[in-house]
């Protein structure tokens, strides 16, 4: 192979991941507000993680809680492109629907950890029942999975 072929071969390969680099970032433009939600979500729930663990850090915790939070950002990006390819006018709410989940999860999982770290606290130990029991309770399926999931990982 030729010198030059090679350096007209580097420079494709190096304008077509431009092109999907650039195309990415211009879909997470418009979704950015609910990729900003989800990591400051992550972050709180981090803290309050390491919080209940006495201080004590542990990098399975921390990697696992770091492929969550990327998981569920590729999850919200995958969605706006496809909405996008589809041309669905309204991907906002599907985006929205998601974030909503992955906040009352990242909610649940906050207030449980704050509940170990302040046992006495009331108030933060209602918010948890409330979160964890009432709320439940009105979505469908939801504690038929949360039966199932725990039966799974026993």
């Known amino acids: 192979m030729s010198e030059e072929f090679i350096q007209s071969l580097t420079s494709f390969i190096r304008t077509m991941l431009l092109i999907i680099w650039s195309y990415i970032l211009n879909s997470v433009i418009s979704i950015q507000n609910f990729l900003a939600v989800i990591l ?4 709180i729930n981090t803290i309050f993680g390491w919080l209940a663990d006495d201080g004590e850090w542990s990098m399975r915790k921390a990697c696992q809680a770091g492929l969550f939070l990327l ?5 919200l ?3 706006n492109i496809i909405g996008t390819m589809m041309n669905v ?3 906002g709410y ?5 974030t909503w989940v992955m906040i009352y999860f990242y909610a649940t999982n906050i207030l449980r ?4 770290v302040q046992p006495g606290n009331r108030v933060i130990a209602f918010m948890y029942w ?3 029991a009432k709320f439940i309770k009105n979505i469908n399926y939801m504690d038929e999975y949360l039966k199932q999931s725990k039966e799974n990982n026993k």
């Not at 400051?40 to 972050?43: G, R, S």
């Not at 998981?71 to 999850?75: A, F, S």
């Open 40 to 43: 400051i979500l992550a972050i």
């Open 71 to 75: 998981g569920y950002e590729i999850l």
């Open 77 to 79: 990006i995958i969605t």
């Open 89 to 91: 006018t309204d991907i």
């Open 94 to 98: 599907y985006c929205s629907w998601i």
């Open 113 to 116: 950890n704050w509940k170990t």
């Open 130 to 132: 409330v979160a964890t």
